[in-house]
């Protein structure tokens, strides 16, 4: 070959490189932090938010950690998930990070508060921001999952109008931490004219049964989120599965049972309340691009606060307990596929 | 029986020509030739040129060298078919009786055709100094019977296993779905294929992946996912650098400089063969690669020594040259191929934490603590202060025979450079390993430095189907649930890996010793990983650390027959083999067992870094 057409492809060769390394370097890039699993609906569903907004913008590499403290949220399985969790922070080093749910900001993004080139955009925070250091952090912003406390009064009351009198509602939810948040939040809302029994959190499923069955007599509705991290017995190992929970629960209780989150019916309670995933995938996501693209800055951003909710339902269980609610809501539920037989 | 008869049956029975196709074996049939010889009859003599292969019929063989200890031998003549001209030693009848003979000239024609025959021709000859093993050659006449019953019993398991099986778990409520109990049965039956040697290894895994997609155990995307994986890119990439590194000569001439910097002793050559091996263990991603281009020094490096000098050198240059060549491919990603299959098994997002650089870290502490262990064992055992009879000046002589850096030589630095720039920069531009490799490669093809040839012969295509199909089929794996059942049955282990990780090593060790007693070093990787990997994921303990343990622990041997790479080097020098030397065996148990504390050791260091 002659030296001319060698030193052409060199420089062929060396040019390309440095072309894609060029644009590999200054391509934008998105570290999406998931506190959970890829399996766990309410994820899917964020991510199902969050693929509605960066779908074809091609122009930002995109990154997904799963730090699964779902499944393992003991303590060295959280010392693992952040180690991990930074580690893919470091090495990607993303001018944004949306991290979702509180482990995603409790392990990984609150270390990076007002750290130059690094922007945090939260979503599904169940609790208050103010342990993160977002309150006085110039490079965080995002949306507040906040249970739909209000738009569950409006449905008390129209199960009410059947009962003709004020219902009596109390919250039972397993450990975990997104779960706590939601039990704060729930005793800081006001139910009125209903009468909130108040909210129990259990360790494990013996005192899961046994809450079930003192509450049994005196309530018109229980009120569960979480119940994913109930051990059968406390320090053993595992959890009960969901469905299994439910189904007990149901069997136990004798008054129906209503979800907080849109999945729960599809576990067996007969109606469920819940913040829109979506809602929290696609608005963290428009801010993220937004941070991006350079269009918007954080101060520009406020923290928005969840405003969509979802409503699910279960057929077999509105029959049982022969609760009528308004066309709409099934037909709410069907629209967006949380009807279940 | 006719004359013509018995030549057509031995031609249609030997194991020799097994993989020569019927038309060739026809052609032979007018050439070969039936020879009666008596008791102490001598039919070829070491030195002189061979004419004709010879294969024994009732006649015993016995093959000799200089000094050597006599072996009885079947077939006589095979080194030719690998390029020889003359005799290596010299064959005796020692008995009266019948040899078939064939025009060696006819049989290299044939090989040109069928490189299976080189294969078996080279395997023949290394089994002359398998001393103890069985008389190499008989596997080609007469054990084709015994082979026959292990492949018969083999495909009617390959059938009753899968059926049996399924019949079990037809009603176990814990198996998530249907096409989770067809996958268990494909796997099932890939895995007696496996087992019994039915055939070469990425044949089961075609039938599995065809199987599947048949079934419709899952989208065929998924089943397939494997060969647009990550690792599957990586491993054709490391392969092509591994080719143009150990074909450049670049290993050879390293290890004369190495040998040349310093006053000739025993000790410095052993280290050099050592750290030669060591050095090119995450560029030549093949222990058998390494070990051809190291070994190859070992009889110059024994120089003049004779009797038990030369025995006591051999077995100390036999554990340098083995031990530097393989015993640290667990820390590197690139060093064996069978790592790729680790890395592929891998969650994505592990995938992109244990890039090479991170691979390495992790298991740096482990490598280091093997590699004191060992130096001090092997200074310890194997000490020696008398002086190298190899001259200076020969290792000049041949520095200058070699003369300056060839163009292969450069590319393979260039590749070498560029690969190990690109790894140190990869935290600046982001790009991930496999892509850099795949640039490398890129490289290597552009500029003509591997060509079409050498792309299609010298990268072990077989391998990459091996690993491409085995990702996707643990991808179906995960997609259909079975490795959170398979979790679920192997729970007393699972239990132990999150519980008790310590009492875990222990028995992983124990179970992969005893499965190594059987099984070649990948067939046994392969199995573990397979099971381990997706348990561990499932229960919470990093992935990368079960693996790692799997092939830190898998790489080991006593016996020469336990690795390809030790028969190889057997093959190649003569010498290493047990009998030689009595510390051979005791030394290579004793570095199981500086494996398994340097494992012990990594634990606080896999703590320090959130993998524990």
Redesign the interface.
């Given at each position: 070959m002659k030296r001319s057409v060698r030193l052409a492809m060199f420089f062929f060769f060396v040019v390309t490189g440095c072309l894609v390394l060029w644009e590999n370097y200054h391509k934008p890039r998105l570290l999406v932090l998931e506190s959970y699993d890829k399996d766990y609906v309410w994820t899917q569903e964020v991510e199902e938010g969050i693929a509605r907004e960066l779908d074809g913008n091609h122009w930002v590499t995109i990154r997904h950690h799963y730090m699964r403290t779902k499944r393992f949220s003991d303590a060295p399985s959280l010392r693992r998930a952040a180690a991990a969790g930074r580690k893919a922070v470091d090495d990607f080093r993303p001018q944004v990070i949306l991290a979702v749910d509180d482990y995603a900001q409790k392990l990984v993004a609150r270390y990076y508060v007002n750290k130059p080139g690094i922007k945090i955009v939260f979503a599904g925070v169940n609790g208050r921001i103010e342990p993160y250091g977002y309150d006085h952090a110039a490079n965080v912003t995002g949306i507040l999952e906040r249970k739909q406390i209000a738009a569950l009064r409006e449905i008390l009351t129209i199960l009410a109008g059947s009962a003709g009198r004020p219902l009596k509602v109390a919250y039972l939810s397993d450990p975990a931490l997104s779960s706590r948040c939601n039990v704060d939040t729930a005793a800081e809302c006001d139910w009125s004219p209903h009468d909130y029994l108040g909210g129990y959190i259990v360790p494990d499923f013996v005192r899961w049964q046994k809450k079930v069955r003192e509450l049994a007599g005196g309530l018109d509705y229980l009120l569960v989120s979480g119940y994913r991290k109930l051990p059968r017995r406390l320090g053993e190992e595992g959890f009960v599965p969901p469905k299994e929970v439910m189904a007990w629960t149901v069997a136990n209780l004798k008054v129906p049972v209503i979800g907080m989150n849109v999945f729960n019916s599809r576990d067996g309670a007969m109606l469920s309340v819940g913040v829109s995933p979506y809602e929290q995938g696609e608005v963290a996501a428009k801010m993220a691009l937004d941070l991006l693209s350079g269009r918007r800055e954080v101060k520009d951003i406020p923290i928005k606060r969840a405003s969509q909710y979802v409503v699910s339902m279960s057929e077999s269980a509105m029959a049982r307990y022969r609760v009528k609610v308004p066309r709409v809501f099934e037909a709410f539920a069907r629209a967006t596929d949380n009807f279940y037989p | 029986m006719k004359k013509i008869d018995q030549c057509r049956d031995f031609l249609a029975a030997s194991d020799f020509f097994a993989d020569c196709d019927q038309i060739s074996r026809a052609r032979l049939l007018p050439h070969l030739k039936i020879r009666r010889v008596e008791a102490g009859e001598v039919i070829a003599v070491a030195g002189e040129e061979i004419g004709d292969l010879f294969f024994s019929s009732g006649a015993e063989l016995s093959f000799s060298q200089s000094g050597g200890p006599e072996v009885s031998v079947c077939v006589c003549g095979e080194e030719g078919v690998l390029g020889l001209v003359k005799n290596m030693g010299t064959v005796t009848a020692k008995n009266a009786g019948a040899l078939f003979t064939l025009p060696l000239a006819l049989v290299m024609d044939l090989a040109a055709s069928c490189p299976g025959l080189r294969q078996r021709a080279s395997r023949s000859l290394a089994g002359r100094f398998a001393v103890g093993g069985e008389p190499e050659g008989k596997g080609m006449t007469k054990a084709a019977g015994r082979g026959a019953w292990r492949e018969t019993a083999g495909w009617l398991l390959a059938i009753i296993v899968p059926a049996l099986l399924l019949f079990f778990i037809r009603q176990d409520p814990t198996l998530p779905a249907t096409h989770s109990r067809y996958f268990l049965a494909i796997l099932a039956s890939v895995a007696v294929m496996w087992m019994f040697r039915l055939l070469p290894d990425f044949i089961p895994v075609l039938f599995g992946l065809l199987a599947m997609i048949i079934f419709g155990v899952a989208p065929p995307q998924t089943i397939l996912s494997g060969f647009a994986s990550d690792s599957f890119f990586m491993a054709i990439s490391v392969l092509g650098l591994g080719t143009v590194i150990r074909s450049s000569g670049l290993g050879f001439r390293i290890l004369l400089l190495l040998i040349g910097a310093r006053p000739q002793s025993r000790w410095w050559h052993n280290f050099c063969v050592f750290m030669v091996g060591l050095v090119l263990t995450p560029v030549i991603p093949s222990a058998n690669g390494r070990i051809a281009i190291v070994s190859s020094f070992v009889n110059e490096l024994l120089g003049s020594l004779s009797g038990r000098t030369r025995q006591r050198a051999a077995g100390r240059l036999t554990v340098s040259t083995l031990a530097g060549a393989s015993i640290f491919s667990a820390i590197f990603l690139s060093s064996k191929s069978i790592n790729f299959l680790m890395f592929g098994y891998l969650p994505a997002?592990e995938q992109?934490?244990f890039q090479w650089v991170y691979w390495l870290v992790a298991a740096s502490v482990a490598g280091v603590a093997l590699l004191l262990f060992f130096l001090v064992a092997w200074s310890v055992i194997f000490r020696t202060e008398s002086r190298s009879t190899l001259c200076r000046t020969t290792v000049r002589g041949q520095l200058s025979l070699l003369g300056p850096l060839s163009g292969a030589e450069i590319a393979a630095l260039a590749g070498v450079f560029a690969f190990g720039i690109s790894l140190a920069t990869s935290?600046?531009?982001?790009?991930e390993v496999p892509w850099i490799a795949l640039?490398v490669l890129f490289?290597l093809l552009?500029?003509?430095f591997l060509d079409r040839a050498a792309f299609r012969s010298s990268i072990d295509w077989s391998f990459l189907f091996f690993l491409g199909g085995l990702i996707g089929i643990v991808r179906t794996m995960r997609e259909v649930g079975v490795d959170q059942w398979l979790a679920g049955k192997c729970a007393w282990l699972t239990?132990y890996m999150?519980?008790d990780l310590s009492l875990f090593i222990l028995l992983l060790t124990l179970l992969i010793f005893a499965v190594r007693l059987i099984l070649p070093i990948n067939a046994t990787a392969v199995i573990f990983l397979t099971l381990l990997m997706p348990a561990a994921q499932v229960s919470?303990v990093?992935p990368w650390i079960i693996g790692f343990m799997v092939l830190f622990l898998a790489e080991t041997y006593f016996l020469p027959y336990q690795a390809s790479y030790y028969l190889q080097y057997c093959s190649l020098t003569g010498h290493g083999h047990p009998s030689e030397d009595a510390r051979l065996v005791p030394f290579n148990l004793m570095i199981i067992a500086m494996k398994v504390a340097a494992i012990y050791i990594s634990l606080p260091w896999w703590r320090f870094?959130?993998?524990?």
């Open positions: - | 997002q992109l934490r935290s600046i531009h982001r790009i640039s490289g552009m500029f003509g239990t999150v519980s919470g990093n870094l959130g993998l524990l």
